[in-house]
């Protein structure tokens, strides 16, 4: 079947499309591989929250856990889990191949209990990247305080950095500098810059959905107005950051030439949350070249049956200026509903990993009863 023309023309458009999912089931299945060939998708995001739904299906890890017979519970999962994104990589090899390792990339975070210790962070992050062994392999680091030292680190030492839970544009600008810092001293140490990449993890439909609650308590028609609004206007300012950094530090035209790639926009929670909303609305509103927008399958469904794809980033700076002004008159503060949404993204990924121990443990007690 060919490539749909919804997906095809939001990639002609500069977006790189990436599935917000993977489990054993959707990689023996094919549904990855067909999803390649048929709907533009040229990479893969995970998180706790991902691996809790794959690793709480009885039967598709069984035969692994035998394999591992009676391990500790976190090295079970680390098997389970660096066995599945390996496995992704290898599906991805000719995609990142073909795009120079800009794409076919497939990313795996470090324990979200790790997300306050720097530490620990590099260290694990250097763990995951030797066990997955691919170089489109990419690992996950959160943008908390203390995790931007580790993501310097982590790509001071050649290895691909995928940052999340990124929600403020303070945050981001940060982030920017660390992976800039990163990748000069991954230079330093003789790495090829060419084979490494790096995405910006900036999420969209939780601060919409945090925003809008405060709109419906002001209650007024003024307030009414600006629902759904935050959330776009937010990232397309992190869009207006990314040119404007890139384009201005001193340091990266040389690493640049060099061979180093621009580390990306990603925009992440691109499903729709308020039905009023349009399916694809976290998808059609922020098309621009140099952007990766991973999505869950249902969202990638509504943007192959009625996507539009076409850019809308360009010339909207101003106007998203405004809204964020306008909030800001109206008494909500983005910094207090980022900083609330940074605490909570850990706090749910620290429950999911509970979860996904909780689970594996009653894996390996099942199948070696």
Request: with cysteine; glycine share 6%; hydrophobic share 40%.
């Amino acid at each position: 079947m060919a490539e749909n023309e919804n997906t095809q023309r939001t990639s002609d458009s500069g977006v790189s499309i990436w599935l917000d999912d993977l489990s054993r089931t959707r990689i023996e299945s094919g549904s990855l591989q067909k999803l390649i060939a048929e709907k533009n998708v040229v990479g893969v995001t995970t998180n706790p929250s991902i691996f809790q739904k794959a690793l709480s299906q009885v039967g598709p890890y069984d035969a692994q856990l035998k394999e591992l017979g009676k391990v500790d519970v976190e090295t079970a999962v680390r098997e389970l889990t660096t066995t599945d994104v390996r496995n992704a990589t290898d599906i991805f090899a000719d995609v990142a191949k073909n795009t120079n390792f800009v794409d076919g990339r497939v990313s795996i975070e470090v324990d979200p209990r790790l997300a306050h210790d720097t530490a620990n962070t590099e260290k694990q992050a250097v763990e995951l990247w030797e066990k997955v062994d691919r170089p489109n392999a990419m690992i996950k680091i959160p943008a908390t305080l203390e995790g931007l030292p580790a993501i310097t680190a982590t790509l001071s030492k050649g290895i691909s950095v995928n940052v999340t839970l990124i929600f403020s544009l303070e945050r981001y600008e940060q982030v920017i500098d660390a992976f800039i810092e990163g990748i000069a001293q991954a230079d330093k140490n003789g790495h090829d810059l060419s084979r490494m990449g790096s995405v910006a993890s900036f999420f969209v439909s939780r601060v919409d959905t945090a925003v809008d609650k405060l709109l419906e308590a002001n209650g007024s028609a003024e307030a009414k107005a600006r629902e759904g609004k935050a959330a776009v206007a937010n990232a397309r300012l992190a869009y207006e950051l990314f040119e404007k950094k890139f384009a201005e530090d001193p340091r990266w035209a040389d690493l640049e030439a060099k061979g180093a790639k621009k580390q990306r926009p990603l925009w992440a929670s691109t499903g729709t949350k308020n039905p009023a909303y349009s399916d694809c609305k976290y998808v059609d509103e922020l098309v621009a070249k140099n952007i990766v927008n991973t999505m869950p399958e249902k969202t990638l469904n509504a943007l192959a049956a009625h996507g539009n794809g076409k850019p809308s980033i360009v010339d909207t700076y101003e106007e998203s200026h405004e809204v964020m002004n306008k909030l800001a008159e109206l008494g909500i503060s983005i910094k207090d509903v980022t900083d609330k949404l940074e605490a909570d993204g850990v706090a749910a990924f620290i429950k999911s990993w509970d979860s996904v121990l909780s689970d594996v443990q009653s894996g390996i007690d099942r199948v070696n009863a």
